[in-house]
């Protein structure tokens, strides 16, 4: 399994970003995948995942309404569309496949100034 984060950056409040993860080494259109984040001091938590197959999708309600997670099955890649963005959503995001859910990628820093 390999899973390769990419697409952070620092942000004004309010901005937007999009994130992306490059997954290898499983069926990935078979398995769930998630984005997670950790902030300096805090648990990893989840903010949005995907299922396998016809893509449902869950948020917790921190984020619900401005984050958009997708998924291009044909390119093995997770998408987290984030707009609206606020100084606490400053965190490293990692994604994460339930297909092997101890593995985690290098994430991607993310940084909302006020």
């Known amino acids: 399994v390999r899973l390769v984060e990419s697409g952070g950056g620092l942000v004004q409040a309010g901005g937007s970003l999009r994130l992306s993860c490059a997954a290898s080494?499983?069926?990935?259109?078979?398995?769930?995948m998630s984005w997670y984040r950790q902030a300096p001091g805090k648990e990893r938590e989840v903010v949005a995942q995907?299922?396998?197959?016809?893509?449902?999708?869950d948020y917790p309600d921190s984020v619900k309404g401005r984050f958009t997670i997708s998924r291009d099955n044909a390119k093995d890649t997770v998408y987290l569309q984030m707009n609206a963005l606020k100084p606490e959503d400053t965190a490293v995001y990692y994604c994460?496949?339930?297909?092997?859910?101890?593995?985690w990628g290098q994430g991607t820093q993310v940084t909302v100034s006020s």
């Open positions: 995907i299922s396998g197959g016809v893509g449902v999708t």
């Open positions: 080494g499983f069926a990935f259109d078979r398995f769930t």
């Open positions: 994460n496949t339930n297909f092997s859910p101890s593995y």
